[in-house]
Structure formats: structure tokens, C-alpha cells
């Protein structure tokens, strides 16, 4: 029998990605075999204040990604909702990395299905390799003039390099 690779459909994967790092890359590689199509949605959030502009986010995960047909990359302001809503999506992923991340995304998709009810989000555990991972750390460490080849893929340093 064929081995069943897809759980199919069209899933979102949210996230700020400033910067994306290995930890988003494994999460994003995984989502893309299990589902038919993965849109990335980059989220333009002022509030945020992120180091790298709304341009620069999605140019680097249309590099990375530029090999993988079944994934794209979108921005969104907003609600996420609304943004499932807009690319008729039902599906959510998000990577999931310990038992903080756990409350925060709790709270998450309680809320986004309290908003919108046929919404569902996956939960993919993250790999050891990559779970101690932090944008905010890899900032830190840019920021310092300190090796980030182990945190992010390799279109990353060059842009963070251009910021500092
Ligand atoms: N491995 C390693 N690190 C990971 C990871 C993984 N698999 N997954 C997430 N991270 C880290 C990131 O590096 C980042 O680190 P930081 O805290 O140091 O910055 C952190 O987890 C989260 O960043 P990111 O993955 O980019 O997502 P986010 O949490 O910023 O995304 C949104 C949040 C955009 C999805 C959420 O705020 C949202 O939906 N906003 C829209 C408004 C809305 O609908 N609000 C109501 C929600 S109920």
C-alpha cells in the first residue's frame, strides 16, 4: 500500500519570524509534508517593533523556502482569524517547544476558536536540535557581533549583518 504522506488540506503557519530561524525551519519543513498546501503568514505587527522590516521577513522565507512548491509566503495585520478567513484556511500550525509555549498557545487557540469555530491548530513538538532556539536570542547575539550559524539558516546572517 502507498504510505500516506499527507494529512491534506491548506494550512497557515503564523508567526513575527524576526528573525526565522532553524526552529521555524524544521516546524515549516515537517508541515509541508503532512499537508497539501502551507502558507506562511508573516505577521505585521507594530507592537511588536520588530529588528527586521515586513520586507525583509518575507523576502527571507521566500529564499529559504524557494525550493518547496507546495509552500508560500503571505503577509498579514490583523487577526490571524480574519487571515484563515481570507485564504479560506481552517487549519493552524504552530510549533510548540516546552511547557511555556504550551500556555501561551493554549490561550491562543482557545480565543482564535472562540472567533472562528470550524478552526483548528496543529501542534508539532519541537526537535531537541532546534527547541532552545529564540529569535530574541539570536538578536542578542547579532547584536553583539556572536556566531548565529547554529541558530538560523544561512540567508538570515547576511540580512542581520545589514542591521546591526
Ligand atoms: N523552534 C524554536 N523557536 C521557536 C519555534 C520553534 N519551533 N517556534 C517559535 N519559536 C520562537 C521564536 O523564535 C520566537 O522567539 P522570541 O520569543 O524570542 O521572539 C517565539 O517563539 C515566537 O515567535 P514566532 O514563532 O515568530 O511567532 P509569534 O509568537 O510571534 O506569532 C502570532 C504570534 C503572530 C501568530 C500571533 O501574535 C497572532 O496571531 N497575531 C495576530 C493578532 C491576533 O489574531 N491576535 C489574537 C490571538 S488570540
Known amino acids: 500500500m502507498a504510505e500516506q504522506s499527507s ?10 519570524f524576526d528573525p526565522p530561524t532553524l526552529g521555524h525551519v524544521s516546524i515549516i519543513r515537517r508541515a509541508a509534508k503532512l499537508f497539501n498546501k ?15 522590516n515586513l520586507e525583509q521577513r518575507i523576502g527571507l522565507m521566500k529564499e529559504i523556502f524557494k525550493d518547496h512548491p507546495n509552500v508560500d509566503v503571505k503577509p ?6 480574519d487571515f484563515a478567513r481570507s485564504e479560506n484556511a481552517r487549519i493552524i500550525v504552530r510549533g510548540m517547544r516546552n511547557i511555556t509555549d504550551f500556555d501561551y498557545e493554549y490561550r491562543m487557540d482557545v480565543t482564535n476558536r472562540h472567533c472562528l ?9 519541537s526537535d531537541p536540535e532546534t527547541g532552545y532556539i529564540s529569535s530574541t536570542l539570536v538578536k542578542q547575539i547579532a547584536k553583539a557581533g556572536g556566531d ?11 540580512v542581520l549583518k545589514g542591521v546591526k
Open 7 to 16: 494529512i491534506s488540506g491548506h494550512a497557515l503557519y503564523p508567526g513575527t
Open 148 to 158: 548565529i550559524s547554529d541558530f538560523v539558516p544561512e540567508q538570515v546572517i547576511a
Open 38 to 52: 502551507l502558507t506562511i503568514g508573516v505577521a505585521n505587527l507594530s507592537e511588536k517593533n520588530p529588528m527586521l
Open 76 to 81: 498579514f495585520s490583523g487577526l490571524l482569524v
Open 117 to 125: 469555530l470550524d478552526l483548528e491548530t496543529i501542534f508539532l513538538l
